[in-house]
């Protein structure tokens, strides 16, 4: 079946650095994408990774593995306005929908 | 680019009534759309693929009967959710297949549907 593994809660506060694991179990892979979703919207696009390594964007940054089923997504300087829950999301086959983990909520404090 | 607009934004029904949810693409051509239905501090969980001009794939445990979409036109998808009752309250997403920067996929603003 199909399974992806991410922490529910994680809290920081400004500035700091943190990282948020996910692991996945899928039939295939063609990509491991993160979103940030604020409550009541829709996702928005933060990274995506196919190949192993890091991928960097700003102030986030996404790592993959694929023989390890694993990937994180790194982020730097935090700030408020980063408080969102965050979703992996894996396609398993080129074409299909996305497959989503149940999302990472993050509580930025001052 | 790559916008898909998605109708309404809320609504609130009385439990028996139906309720269709329209997703339009507006600068491109959407082949396939997924509908997605996620639950308060839930993840989204795909319900159904549809494709332009033909019946749409559900996954396991959706009533295809219940939640029925439609995809007659490259630019308009539409999920009716028949006989609401209140545990269909919940937020409705969609997301269509393109090829952009990000990759692949965009997504609707959201439908949070509320039955009464």
């Known amino acids: 079946g199909q399974n992806i593994d991410q922490p529910t809660e994680m809290t920081a506060t400004e500035g700091a650095i943190v990282q948020i694991n996910c692991t996945y179990q899928?039939?295939?892979?063609?990509?491991l994408f993160w979103y940030q979703q604020h409550a009541g919207e829709a996702p928005t696009f933060l990274s995506y990774n196919v190949l192993d390594g890091l991928e960097e964007k700003g102030r986030f940054s996404s790592f993959l593995s694929r023989s390890k089923g694993y990937s994180y997504l790194l982020l730097k300087e935090l700030q408020m306005k980063d408080s969102a829950s965050y979703l992996c999301a894996v396609n398993d086959q080129a074409g299909t929908a996305l497959i989503f983990g149940k999302g990472t909520t993050l509580s930025v404090s001052s | 680019g790559a916008v898909v607009s998605q109708h309404p934004s809320r609504v609130i029904c009385k439990s028996g009534t139906s309720v269709k949810i329209e997703c339009r693409s507006l600068?491109?051509?959407?082949?396939?759309m997924f509908w997605y239905r996620q639950f308060p501090k839930q993840s989204l969980m795909l319900m159904a693929t549809s494709n332009e001009g033909s019946k749409a794939t559900y996954e396991q445990g959706v009533e295809k009967d219940k939640f029925l979409i439609n995809h007659a036109s490259l630019t308009l998808s539409t999920l009716t959710v028949t006989s609401a009752h209140p545990e269909d309250s919940s937020f409705y997403i969609c997301?269509?297949?393109?090829?952009?920067?990000?990759?692949?996929?965009?997504f609707g603003s959201g439908t949070r549907l509320t039955v009464v």
């Open positions: 600068d491109f051509q959407a082949t396939t």
């Open positions: 997301s269509a297949r393109i090829r952009t920067d990000n990759y692949g996929y965009t």
């Open positions: 899928t039939s295939g892979f063609n990509g």
